[in-house]
């Protein structure tokens, strides 16, 4: 049994010093790698005080605490405490009970080493799809929220049978729109994969073409403008005809003949998610069909010398790393974009690299920038010319500096 004890007023007065300390700091006196190293402990840091907060207030609570500090309610007392909305500290308060079923997430949540939010999705997936916590503990170590949420989904999805999955989805599909302060028309939507993901690449597609064509016009405007232009056009009819693929589907071959998958196979939407065999049928009824075979080309031999990405290349590059076929993800550290992205060479053309599957890597525009910039700083690039955009600041506001003709 836990001997209660009343908290040690020094751990109190060292919390105190600490904050007087924090009011203080000046990061300007630092050397940048002493303030890097700072930025990561101070984080690591404010994850331990953040679970420690909210076990105490847990206790507090229980003991009906927080009506002795004027509050009905422990969720507006913990997000007066926090600074945070009602809704934000009954999820706070929910994921610090939900933890106690996965020992070795709270372990890491004590310890700073994951945060409260990436601790939810990961207390979320493990009870809907046993199993995945070590998985996804170790991408949330040292990572973002983004692919650890992108990866519980995965695995609680495909814990769900795939037609009962898509009645669902059918279901609680939605379109919902109205005016804000401006007169503007918003809105939002909820469309089943099978719909929704060609829906969307062919925006993102036209918002790209767009893109280049304001760039060769010198013409600067935020990419979430010319993808509200994109869908406009799409909408009308007017996108162009040579936008790419609309989906792509990945569906073992047994599972469509079938009409039903087996423990194990699969049938989903590349970005997208699972959907059931007899929706790949009816899409496939007016499609322009890819197959992708095991046995097939073997994508790791197809190279080609120039920067021309060969049919069967492309093809694989975007249905993204197997066995999982999930598309693909900017690769630079950290990054998570899965749209806008360009095909990078590791090795540059210039340097004498091949365009081949292993020297190949999907980069989003402000990382790919950085990366053809250190390779022009290696010397890896010849005599090309500096790009215009290359001297802007890494995703900055600023107006990149125009090159000379």
Same mark, same amino acid.
């Given at each position: 049994m836990t001997q209660v004890v009343a908290v040690p007023a020094a751990f109190v007065e060292r919390l105190t010093c600490l904050r007087e300390e924090l009011a203080s700091f000046e990061p300007a006196v630092y050397e940048t790698d002493a303030c890097a190293r700072l930025a990561e402990a101070l984080s690591a840091a404010a994850r331990a005080c953040d679970a420690a907060a909210l076990r105490a207030a847990v206790r507090a609570v229980e003991a009906g605490e927080h009506h002795q500090r004027g509050f009905a309610d422990p969720r507006d007392w913990v997000a007066a405490m926090a600074g945070s909305t009602t809704s934000e500290a009954r999820d706070s308060l929910h994921t610090i009970n939900a933890i106690e079923e996965t020992p070795e997430t709270r372990d890491a949540v004590l310890a700073g080493e994951v945060s409260l939010r990436q601790a939810a999705e990961i207390a979320r997936a493990d009870a809907e799809a046993p199993g995945c916590e070590a998985e996804?503990?170790?991408?949330?170590?040292?990572? *973002?929220? @983004? /692919?650890?949420? &992108?990866?519980? +989904?995965?695995?609680?999805?495909?814990?769900?049978?795939?037609?009962?999955?898509?009645?669902?989805?059918?279901?609680?599909?939605?379109?919902?729109? #109205?005016?804000?302060?401006?007169?503007?028309?918003?809105?939002?939507?909820?469309?089943? %994969?099978?719909?929704? !993901? /060609?829906?969307?690449? +062919?925006?993102?597609?036209?918002t790209d073409r767009l893109h280049r064509v304001a760039k060769r016009a010198g013409t600067q405007e935020p990419r979430a403008a010319f993808a509200a232009d994109a869908a406009v056009r799409v909408c009308n009819g007017e996108a162009s $005809? *040579?936008?790419? !693929?609309?989906?792509?589907?990945?569906?073992? #071959? /047994?599972?469509?003949?079938?009409? =039903?998958?087996?423990?194990?196979?699969?049938? =989903?939407?590349?970005?997208?998610? %699972?959907? /059931? %065999? +007899?929706?790949?049928?009816?899409?496939? &009824?007016?499609?322009?069909?890819?197959?992708?075979?095991?046995? @097939?080309?073997?994508?790791?031999?197809?190279?080609?010398?120039?920067?021309?990405? %060969?049919? &069967?290349?492309?093809?694989?590059?975007?249905?993204?790393? $197997?066995?999982?076929?999930?598309?693909?993800?900017? *690769?630079?550290? @950290?990054?998570?974009?899965?749209? @806008?992205?360009? #095909?990078?060479?590791?090795?540059? !053309?210039?340097?004498?690299?091949?365009?081949?599957?292993?020297?190949?890597? $999907?980069?989003?525009? $402000?990382?790919?920038?950085?990366?053809?910039?250190?390779?022009?700083?290696?010397?890896?690039?010849?005599?090309?010319v500096r790009s215009p955009r290359s001297t802007a600041r890494r995703r900055g506001t600023g107006r990149p500096e125009r090159a000379p003709p």
């Open positions: 996804l503990l170790e991408l949330a170590k040292g990572g *973002s929220l @983004g /692919p650890v949420r &992108e990866c519980a +989904r995965t695995r609680r999805l495909e814990a769900i049978d795939r037609e009962a999955l898509h009645a669902q989805q059918r279901a609680a599909r939605s379109f919902k729109h #109205w005016r804000d302060d401006m007169g503007m028309v918003c809105g939002t939507f909820a469309l089943t %994969p099978d719909v929704g !993901v /060609p829906l969307v690449n +062919r925006i993102m597609a036209e $005809p *040579s936008g790419g !693929v609309a989906a792509n589907i990945v569906i073992d #071959w /047994p599972a469509l003949v079938r009409g =039903h998958t087996h423990p194990g196979e699969r049938s =989903h939407v590349v970005g997208g998610g %699972p959907i /059931p %065999p +007899r929706v790949v049928r009816s899409m496939m &009824e007016n499609a322009f069909l890819k197959l992708v075979l095991t046995d @097939g080309v073997e994508v790791q031999r197809v190279a080609h010398v120039g920067r021309h990405i %060969p049919a &069967e290349l492309r093809t694989a590059l975007e249905l993204g790393p $197997p066995p999982e076929f999930e598309g693909v993800t900017c *690769s630079e550290v @950290g990054c998570d974009r899965r749209y @806008g992205l360009e #095909w990078d060479h590791k090795d540059p !053309v210039a340097n004498g690299g091949a365009t081949s599957l292993e020297n190949l890597q $999907p980069l989003c525009g $402000p990382d790919h920038w950085e990366k053809t910039e250190r390779d022009r700083v290696a010397g890896l690039l010849g005599d090309r």
